[in-house]
């Protein structure tokens, strides 16, 4: 008999790739959502899994998927394992039914936990640069023979998959922590078997679940905890948020920074000193590690860049599968060859269209301070074109109370020209709304206003002719896909 993984909300990209992992693994695979969006359906679609467009406790039933796919099927009369993605509701019909009949149902951290974390497991923590952080780290250590098992939050440029379970004892996962207060006990990376950990940098987040700063900084301190002594923090120096929850911790601690000059950086502290696109890394105690060079954009890839190299390199060396150092050399240019060629991850400052008057960005500022910091690269590289973005926030940064939200977003889009809001999507009414992000957003000085989504072409076809220089950055998960591609492909075909 065949085991049954069914997914509650599978339209999303990792519970995709984790529902393809299960299907990979010889399982059979269905699951359901309330809308079906790529490049989640595509990944569904491609891989031939059964799916449906709707939560009904009829999905975790044998006589269903007989019925639906007209043929017999090998399989229990329910699933034997269950997964629900932490931004439904404890009340889902298909939860409910599932829990009630005995099934085996867990949020999808914990599902991770068994069946991809390894025992040399390392998690990439922060309130940005996880991703990119992952994907690197991922990428390093599959060119040096680890062969680790990942699950990277997007689609990364040079990599083929976004999760893979392979044969090694090593796993790189991205870690988050946001979650469901109904569902879990805390935040996803808990569950990961934390032995080596990244933190980039902790800005409050998820006000929704993490009413104070000093909650948000709670999940992590439990995090650092639960390193064991003969495991390893890498984390961003300068940051006092960081120094706090490291205090939590009792085992090694290395720190990083990006500087302009070696002077600036303490011994005991790594670095990278840029030169235009070329970047030097430094180990403070023995000096220079390796040379490489980036055309990606911003100092944000390169703070990146830095803390992958610096948890690879303090690995401990009877724990690795290769003696990076002291021995290295060859090893070290591999890895300076791999950042060389990271071509970056999707929807990270990614660059759909570049002219001498127009650039289209699509970024995953989805959030405050992700947002805040990508518009700071654009104002950098573009000081005199027209900037003007276009928000869709995801569903912690979109706060209804108004005291709350305008601490939030203080500041954020001091350096855009123009703002847009598309249309939000109104599954939860206790989220600000389109209308609520125009009113406090004006009052904090933005330059904003609400546009339909299907409006969005010919709105921005018309920033783009008012001004000599524009910048177009659409802020977005997935919804606003085919619209910032669609600009895009007109602009190449003009």
């Known amino acids: 008999m065949q085991k049954w993984f069914h997914a509650i909300g599978i339209s999303g990209k990792a519970t995709a790739n ?16 309330h809308q079906f969006l790529p490049p989640a359906s595509d990944i569904i679609e491609e891989n031939e899994i059964p799916y449906v467009t709707e939560y009904n406790f009829r999905h975790l039933t044998k006589e269903f998927w007989e019925e639906k796919l007209s043929k017999d099927l090998d399989i229990a009369d329910v ?21 009630n009949k005995g099934i085996d149902v867990r949020p999808y951290s914990q599902i991770f936990r ?11 923590t922060g309130s940005a640069g996880k991703t990119t952080t992952t994907a690197i780290t991922t990428m390093i250590l599959s060119e040096l023979g680890f062969n680790p ?43 990961y078997k934390p032995k080596y950990i990244v933190i980039t940098n902790l800005v409050h987040e998820h006000q929704d679940i993490f009413p104070s700063m000093e909650d948000y900084l709670n999940e992590f301190k439990k995090l650092a905890k639960l390193v064991p002594m003969d ?12 120094d706090e929850v490291l205090e939590e911790a009792s085992c090694n601690i290395i720190r990083y920074t990006v500087a302009n000059s070696i002077k600036d950086v303490p011994h005991e502290v790594w670095s990278l000193i840029r030169d235009g696109n070329e970047f030097v890394i430094y180990d403070g105690y023995k000096g220079e590690v390796l040379r490489s060079r980036t055309d990606l954009l911003g100092e944000f890839v390169l703070e990146d860049m830095l803390a992958s190299v610096t948890l690879i390199c303090n690995l401990p060396a009877h724990s690795i599968p290769v003696e990076i150092v002291p021995k290295g050399t060859a090893y070290l240019t591999e890895i300076a060859d791999a950042l060389q060629s990271f071509r970056g991850v999707k929807k990270r400052l990614e660059q759909l269209f570049v002219a001498d008057n127009l650039v289209i960005i699509d970024d995953f500022g989805v959030a405050p301070n ?7 690269v654009l104002r950098d590289k573009y000081p005199e074109h027209y900037i003007v973005g276009v928000f869709e926030p995801n569903s912690g940064s979109r706060i209804k109370e108004e005291l709350e939200f305008k601490k939030a977003y203080e500041g954020v889009f001091s350096q855009i020209d123009e703002l847009i809001i598309p249309d939000l999507s109104e599954f939860n009414s206790e989220l600000a709304t ?42 977005s998960a997935y919804r606003l896909d085919t619209v910032s591609k669609e600009l895009a492909a007109k602009y190449q075909n003009s």
């Open 18 to 33: 984790l529902a393809l992992m299960f299907k990979e693994m010889g399982w059979f695979v269905t699951g359901s959502d």
């Open 231 to 242: 495991g390893l923090i890498v984390a961003r120096d300068g940051d006092k948020n960081i």
């Open 434 to 475: 389109a209308a609520d992000f125009v009113v406090y957003l004006k009052d904090l000085g933005v330059y904003v206003n609400h546009e339909e989504t299907k409006n969005l072409i010919s709105k921005l076809d018309k920033v783009i002719k008012d001004n000599s220089k524009t910048v177009v950055i659409f802020f």
């Open 370 to 376: 992700r947002a805040k910091n990508s518009i700071k």
């Open 79 to 99: 699933p034997d394992l269950v997964m629900i993605v932490e931004s439904l509701s404890s009340k889902n019909k298909e939860y409910f039914f599932a829990k």
């Open 149 to 191: 098992s990942y699950m990277v939050g997007a689609e990364v440029n040079g990599l083929e998959k976004s999760l893979n379970n392979s044969d090694s004892n090593w796993s790189v996962i991205e870690g988050d922590e946001y979650h469901n207060k109904d569902l879990a006990n805390g935040a996803k990376f808990l569950e």
């Open 114 to 124: 068994d069946y991809l974390a390894k025992d040399n497991s390392i998690v990439v």
